[in-house]
């Protein structure tokens, strides 16, 4: 079983700068891929990054790339989002995610293959 729990998330301006961060509990979190997504009002869930189970491979939706950093710190069970130049169409609930496969080979995008998620935390951009 794991545990998330988000923070970082609130107010900003077009621009700016924040970093979102997804404590984890339970030792097993280390052998999990792990992902944030991001889901507006009136729309479905979407994919923002993800990263391998090692951190050695990361992943990100085109709109985000170049601007979104995903890194995580399994010593400390601790997964980031580092979002730089925010737009308001960024504005969004985030949430980070756990695909149950232990090592898994692939890392995948879809949130039907991430079995553990956090509440979210609220990313709001003004222009």
């Known amino acids: 079983q794991v545990l998330l729990q988000e923070s970082g998330g609130g107010l900003v301006q077009t621009g700016d700068s924040l970093r979102l961060s997804c404590a984890a509990t339970?030792?097993?979190?280390?052998?999990?891929?792990v992902g944030w997504f991001r889901q507006a009002p009136g729309k479905e869930r979407e994919f923002v990054a993800a990263v391998s189970w090692s951190g050695g491979r990361t992943y990100y939706a085109d709109s985000v790339k170049g601007r979104f950093v995903i890194s995580r710190d399994n010593s400390k069970n601790m997964l980031y989002l580092q979002m730089n130049s925010l737009k308001p169409e960024d504005t969004a609930l985030y949430s980070c995610?756990?695909?149950?496969?232990?090592?898994?080979?692939?890392?995948?995008?879809?949130?039907?293959?991430?079995?553990?998620w956090g509440k979210g935390t609220q990313v709001t951009v003004s222009s």
């Open positions: 995610a756990a695909d149950p496969r232990p090592n898994p080979v692939t890392v995948s995008t879809s949130p039907s293959s991430y079995a553990y």
């Open positions: 339970g030792q097993a979190y280390r052998q999990y891929a």
